[in-house]
């Protein structure tokens, strides 16, 4: 993936539409059934959620099939988390593949991680790492699976369940090794008591039509971002002096770039701000929007060469 600045989704054509891309119902550990799960998104006001459940033996390797619950207004994307292998920490292997067929087959012993990542590659998956705070993902981990489109920087199941629902610095170390992927923030909703894990992360996906397949091709154009609350309605580059963000009202908005540099605007009741970039040393860039209840927006990260 490029993730120039003519990734950014606001002057792409279509509109922008919310969804959920990895959460879970009874056909794995979920507490609710898909139906249900799909209903509460839909009155909450989500226009797209992807069921993910756990690919796993024990679960007789589900892909759940949300293809009868897609209305003109709400639809789904087909998906699964991944498991097969073993990370450093010895702890399976946790991957989002969405846009996956209902006959992807199960693992075949003599697969390894990467293989099976190959393998949902080919049949046309958008696929991203799950959580790696919470399981001690390493480079290492990460870099055995060839191409990927996204890390979730953001995981609401993590942050009740083990405090680690945030990834950004992994990211932030792929981007240092020239990684060029996406980021997004999750629920990874099982619905069960004390999780906490229901309408907590997001992305805005900005989509031609709100067919699943235009969805898929928006999240592999990394045509999206990603919030916990505030919206961000514009952020334009303009050559590599100026950048220009507005959004919803805010605390903070914050440009990060390579190591410990940042730009920064601070106040109450922020709507935008327009920051020179001229000297600002860095071959990426993202954008960070807080709100004054500490929830944040997020673009991807941009490549500025």
């Not at 879970?24 to 550990?29: A, F």
């Not at 293809?67 to 639809?75: K, Y």
């Not at 990927?148 to 950004?168: I, K």
């Not at 701000?273 to 990426?284: G, K, L, M, R």
Request: charge should be negative; aromatic fraction near 12%.
């Amino acid at each position: 993936m490029n993730f120039s600045a003519d990734c950014l989704p606001f002057a792409q054509p279509g509109r922008f539409y919310r969804g959920n891309l990895h959460g879970h119902s009874t056909n794995s550990d979920g507490d609710w059934s898909p139906a249900e799960v799909i209903r509460q998104y839909r009155q909450n006001g989500y226009d797209f959620v992807a069921i993910t459940d756990h690919f796993l033996d024990q679960y007789d390797y589900p892909i759940t099939d949300t293809r009868g619950d897609r209305t003109d207004d709400f639809t789904t994307l087909i998906g699964v988390e991944l498991h097969h292998g073993a990370l450093e920490s010895g702890y399976l292997w946790h991957l989002l593949a969405l846009g996956l067929p209902l006959d992807f087959a199960p693992y075949r012993v003599e697969e390894s991680t990467a293989d099976v990542v190959a393998r949902a590659r080919e049949a046309g998956a958008f696929l991203a790492a799950a959580h790696p705070n919470w399981y001690t993902l390493t480079l290492a981990d990460f870099e055995t699976l060839g191409p990927m489109h996204a890390v979730e920087c953001f995981n609401g199941n993590a942050d009740r369940y083990n405090d680690r629902a945030d990834s950004w610095h992994f990211i932030d170390m792929l981007l240092a090794r020239e990684h060029r992927i996406g980021a997004i923030a999750v629920d990874d909703s099982h619905m069960r008591p004390g999780r906490d894990d229901f309408l907590r992360g997001w992305v805005h996906l900005k989509a031609a039509s709100l067919s699943p397949d235009a969805l898929i091709h928006a999240l592999k154009a990394g045509h999206y971002y990603s919030s916990t609350g505030p919206a961000l309605h514009h952020v334009e580059l303009t050559g590599r002096d100026r950048l220009v963000i507005e959004c919803s009202p805010a605390v903070q908005i914050l440009v990060s770039g390579a190591g410990p540099i940042a730009l920064q605007g601070s106040g109450s009741g922020l709507t935008g701000a327009d920051f020179d970039i001229s000297e600002f040393e860095t071959p990426w860039l993202r954008v960070t929007v807080r709100d004054e209840y500490s929830r944040r927006a997020w673009t991807n990260p941009v490549w500025l060469c």
